[in-house]
């Protein structure tokens, strides 16, 4: 019975030692997210950031599905907090008049080198058609 116990106490400590991206760091990934209105030419005419807009986080390269997500503020921020260092992925949707759904993902790769770091991702441009 100790020995049972002593091996599952082990593979605990083992597991909980592992390093992958996700929850649980000092790391910061932030930005500002900005639509851009246009016409029925094509060309802008308007851009402010956008508050409420849905952005999502997706933790490591392989995974396709979100892990998190999280709304803008009203000034159109947004920040996702307590990450390990590795590699992420942001993205959020934008119109688009060619896609069978009306949207598509907008993707930016991200990368985290070390504790507490800041990310400071450049203003995320969604197009609204």
């Known amino acids: 019975m100790k020995l049972l116990f002593g091996a599952a106490f082990l593979i605990l400590i083992f597991n909980s030692c592992s390093k992958y ?3 649980g760091g000092s790391a910061t990934i932030k930005g500002v997210v900005v639509e851009q209105k246009y016409n029925t030419l094509g060309n802008i005419i308007a851009e402010y950031p956008v508050g409420d807009q849905d952005v999502y986080i997706i933790y490591g ?3 396709t599905f979100y892990d998190d997500d999280i709304k803008t503020s009203y000034d159109g921020s947004f920040e996702f907090r ?3 260092k590795g590699l992420y992925k942001i993205f959020v949707y934008e119109d688009c008049l ?3 759904s009306g949207k598509k993902e907008k993707i930016i790769p991200v990368e985290i080198t070390k504790n507490n770091q800041v990310v400071t991702v450049d203003s995320i441009n969604i197009k609204k058609l």
């Open 61 to 63: 390269n392989g995974n």
């Open 98 to 100: 060619t896609c069978p």
């Open 21 to 23: 991206e996700g929850e």
């Open 82 to 84: 307590y990450l390990k």
